[in-house]
């Protein structure tokens, strides 16, 4: 099974390009190479595959936490599915995978969310997309100060609070009240649920 992420920034034109493409360069360097693994065309819009689909959802959390962090937000929908088609560039390659994140990625403007996932297994979309819609009601609120908290978690998943409170400059009593205005422990739960619920597919 392959994983797609399509994706554009919001509020885009508002805000000066340097100020947010090089630090979602380097999350995507992270996960790939370009053009073959991730592109940004367009200005403003993004493609990239994630290798492990188990971490596809985290890896959007992440995309999230970043521009959230810079005042900015981005709407994205991960498409699972098979890739039939394999081009030097992701924006030219194909296969149902790329077919099902394009059509969810339409479908947020419509419906006006900025998180979605899309297969070809009705249940399991629906469920998590309800999941999705409840955790947005919190995390399309992220001021900068907790998102640059959940960014730096996901990041490093086996730092203590301590160890980020180190990074972030502040003290461990500092790291954990950003911790919850974040509601993080819930953005690990509904991770909990995608991971689980992956299995259906």
Known sequence: MNCIITGDIKGSRKAKTVNWLEGLKKIFLQLGK???DWE????????????????????AFQIKAYLRSIKLDARMSIGF???????????????SAFVHSGLGFENLKKQKIN????SSNPVFDKEMNL??????????????QPAEFVLITIQNPTLSQE??????GINQAA??????????DLVLE??????????ML
């Open 34 to 36: 370009t053009p073959s």
């Open 40 to 59: 940004i065309y367009r200005g403003d819009e993004f493609q990239l595959e994630v290798q492990n689909c188990e971490v596809a959802l985290l890896t």
């Open 81 to 95: 599915g098979e890739k039939t088609f394999k081009a030097k560039k992701i924006s030219e390659s194909n296969g």
């Open 115 to 118: 998180l979605s996932v899309n």
């Open 131 to 144: 999941i999705l819609k409840l955790g947005l009601s919190f995390m399309d609120n992220w001021l900068a």
């Open 163 to 168: 160890e980020i409170g180190l990074k972030l």
């Open 175 to 184: 790291v954990s009240r950003r911790r919850k205005r974040a509601n993080f």
């Open 190 to 199: 509904i991770n909990n649920a995608f991971v689980e619920k992956l299995k």
